[in-house]
């Protein structure tokens, strides 16, 4: 259903960064690279960071990104942090979600929340 998500960023290179280190550790790279975009992916951009020069409103939401075992949620959860993230819920279980539902929970430069999931049914 869905074909791509984007986040508008304040600051490209600083996004870059965290991005760069959370998607590396989640398996997916950069699929796109331009001065004001890049996008994210395994077989084509299915996550796009586009630089807007303004801070992007508080509370904007969150994105859940799919990881492919708990050790990647954890290995994305550190990457985040040692690349200017915040912890927004550290690793561990969920069962309000469901028996195996795993996750994580990071701000990322600008504040957009990003969950870091396994197990998710």
Do not use: C
């Not at 290179?13 to 989640?26: G, I, K």
């Not at 950069?30 to 807007?52: M, N, P």
Request: overall charge neutral; proline content about 4%; cysteine-free.
């Amino acid at each position: 259903m869905i074909v791509h998500v984007g986040f508008e960023v304040s600051d490209l290179e600083r996004s870059a960064r965290f991005y760069d280190a959370v998607f590396y550790a989640l398996g997916a790279r950069r699929t796109f690279v331009s001065a004001r975009a890049l996008a994210y992916g395994r077989d084509h951009e299915q996550f796009w960071i586009v630089a807007r020069g303004r801070t992007p409103a508080p509370g904007y939401g969150h994105i859940a990104l799919a990881a492919a075992g708990r050790a990647a949620v954890v290995a994305a959860y550190e990457a985040g942090l040692a690349n200017g993230g915040s912890d927004d819920g550290k690793p561990g279980m969920r069962p309000q979600y469901g028996a195996t539902y795993y996750a994580a929970y990071l701000l990322d430069p600008d504040g957009l929340r990003l969950e870091l999931v396994n197990g998710a049914t």
